[in-house]
């Protein structure tokens, strides 16, 4: 249960509040609110008094859910909006990894030849194996930090492990949660205390309900600029690297307020059909797209198969044009 206070509540009778209740006590930017356990489905007489609005949800999926907010949250990037009122899919590009200047440069250049507004790439890999490149890490940060300045980017990339969650939210414009830290609750707390804009993937065994519970965790610390991404659960299947879970994409697009991103590189784990994919996705009218680019994918120092060259991603992102002009979208 979501309960507004109203404003004789202050940060003191909020806190002891939520002491008494057993509930999260945040301030939302408008005023105190207390969020417990959703198996509580009636306020007794004395909350009811200091409530402004009351909402009883289904699930622990409460912030994020349309039954609390039924429009789409709006990331507000400056340069661009994500989601709310618009109808924009953004798009968002760049390497699996920053590898060197010349490399990281090549990407923001495309970048900019296309209109694209976000780079991405990542400094902390979270890699399968210890013995594969790991990262530039700082030195990647900085690459990315001098994109931005020279081509007036928006920069993403992720944040591996807590060890440097400020570093990555100090220099990122989206901190990227990847599938493999959506269930570290340090990463998820610490971007929740920050108000950087946050995009959590999907852990690849996760249910939604454990997804958007993610996203909770950043939601009810105080940061309502949150996004999600699906990128591909595992699956029985073994011809493609994961399954893109379109099904879930639908469900979280009807009940839940988030942006939804797709990720259909990490999906598919391969070139050759990233571009179909992609079609299908703002098809289906989602919020973004992230696709992975590389001026010379054979050589790349990660996910090497997915990466798109710069003259696949040209003919994909000029493909998009009859989609979205079809849905209704505006590819951004
Ligand atoms: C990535 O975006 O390069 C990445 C590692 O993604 P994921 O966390 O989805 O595997
Ligand atoms: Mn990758």
């Known amino acids: 249960m979501i309960i507004h206070l ?4 202050d940060k003191t009778k909020a806190e002891e509040l939520g002491r008494h209740y057993e509930a999260i006590c945040m301030h939302d930017g408008k005023q105190y609110v207390l969020i417990t356990s959703s198996k509580l489905k009636e306020a007794d007489a004395s909350l ?7 909402f009883v949800t289904d699930s622990d999926i409460q912030l994020a859910g349309k039954q609390y907010m039924p429009d789409t949250r709006s990331i507000d990037l400056g340069v661009l909006t994500i989601g709310g009122k ?3 899919t953004v798009v968002i590009t760049g390497p699996c990894s920053v590898e060197s200047e010349e490399q990281i440069e090549q990407a923001a250049q495309l970048c900019v030849e296309l209109g694209v507004k976000v780079l991405r790439a990542g400094a902390y890999k979270p890699r399968t194996s210890p013995y594969t490149f790991q990262g530039l890490g700082l030195d990647g940060l ?5 994109m931005r300045s020279k081509y007036g980017l928006k920069i993403i990339t992720e944040v591996r492990d807590s060890t440097h969650v400020d570093e ?27 108000n950087r804009s946050i995009l959590i993937k999907r852990g690849f065994g996760s249910t939604l309900q454990e997804f958007v519970q993610a996203a909770e965790f950043v939601l009810s610390s105080g ?17 493609t690297r994961f399954t893109l879970d379109l099904c879930g994409v639908a469900w979280l697009k009807q009940y839940t307020n988030l942006p939804v991103i797709l990720d259909p590189s ?10 179909d994919l992609s079609r299908a996705c703002v098809a289906m009218g989602v919020d973004g797209l992230l696709i992975e680019t590389h001026p010379n994918p054979k050589v790349a120092k990660s996910d090497a ?3 798109l060259n710069f003259e696949q991603f040209r003919a994909l992102h000029k493909s998009l044009d009859a989609v979205e002009a079809t849905v209704g979208r505006k590819i951004v």
Do not use: W
């Not at 901190?175 to 340090?186: F, H, L, P």
């Open 142 to 146: 900085k690459l990315l930090d001098k």
């Open 266 to 275: 990490h999906a598919i784990g391969y070139a050759y059909g990233v571009a």
């Open 86 to 88: 618009t109808a924009n």
């Open 48 to 54: 009811k008094a200091l409530a402004s609005a009351i």
């Open 168 to 194: 990555v939210i100090e220099y990122a414009d989206i901190v990227q949660i990847g599938a493999k830290a959506m269930y570290d609750q340090g990463i998820l707390r610490k971007c929740g205390k920050s």
């Open 305 to 307: 198969e997915q990466q």
């Open 223 to 239: 940061n309502p600029n949150v996004m999600l991404c699906e990128r591909g659960i595992r699956t029985f299947e073994t011809k």
């Open 6 to 9: 109203n404003n004789f509540a």
